[in-house]
């Protein structure tokens, strides 16, 4: 149980360009998802934190217009990197959080979207 | 300011040891601290959990110690196999008005040699 699927799981873009990642639980309700950046070889990197029906919030830094992010539904959440540039080429990485009290501190995460911005 | 910071060395150990990976956080409190497995081009895997009022916690062949004095979490991977090279995470859990948050240290390369 607990699976986070990402789609799609690498993409190639032209600079300019949107691009939309999809993050869906598969077999819970996530009430929160979570965005992540990875550079090669760093630290994940929180972005925004999303709550079903609601705005997201961003971490300091990043650029709300820039990275949209909806969560229309208890299993999906998009991320959507509008007019990309070859430095937003990287390795973005979802995750989600049960409804649940039990397991309310476990985040399970995706397997990630290899980002390249041409 | 606020640090996280494991091994910055890659680990190499043989098959059977014990691998030790060190977790030291300066400027945070954590509610809790998680352990991740990453494989190269993946996301993480979560391994182990441990809230601030625990010392210790166990899993099979898995074993992480924290010290909120000496800002320090210890994981122990015992019997080590090949298969458990990696690169491993840790992250300080905190509570904010969004509910619970992960703050993740850089990772360290764990390489087990048969």
């Known amino acids: 149980g607990a699976v986070v699927s990402q789609h799609p799981s690498w993409v190639i873009c032209k600079s300019g360009t949107s691009v939309k990642i999809e993050c869906r639980s598969l077999?819970?309700?996530?009430?929160?998802m979570f965005w992540y950046r990875q550079f090669p070889k760093q630290s994940l990197m929180l972005m925004a934190t999303s709550n079903e029906g609601s705005k997201a919030t961003y971490e300091q830094g990043v650029e709300k217009d820039k990275f949209l992010i909806n969560h229309a539904s208890l299993t999906l959440s998009t991320l959507t990197v509008t007019s990309a540039h070859p430095e937003d080429s990287s390795f973005y990485i979802c995750?989600?959080?049960?409804?649940?009290?039990?397991?309310?501190?476990?985040?399970?995460f995706g397997p990630g979207t290899r980002l390249t911005v041409t | 300011s606020q640090k996280i910071e494991q091994n910055s060395e890659a680990l190499n150990i043989q098959e059977g040891k014990t691998a030790t990976l060190t977790c030291n956080y300066t400027?945070?409190?954590?509610?809790?601290l998680q352990w991740y497995r990453q494989d190269p081009g993946r996301g993480p895997v979560f391994l182990l959990l441990i809230r601030e009022n625990e010392k210790e916690k166990r899993k099979e062949r898995l074993k992480v110690t924290f010290d909120t004095t000496l800002k320090q979490s210890l994981f122990h991977i015992t019997a080590s196999q090949p298969a458990d090279s990696a690169t491993y995470l840790c992250?300080?859990?905190?509570?904010?008005?969004?509910?619970?948050?992960?703050?993740f240290g850089q990772g360290t390369e764990l390489s087990v040699k048969p």
């Open positions: 995750s989600a959080r049960e409804r649940s009290l039990e397991t309310f501190y476990e985040q399970y």
């Open positions: 077999d819970f309700q996530a009430t929160t």
């Open positions: 992250a300080l859990g905190y509570w904010d008005n969004q509910g619970g948050k992960l703050i």
């Open positions: 400027n945070y409190s954590p509610a809790y």
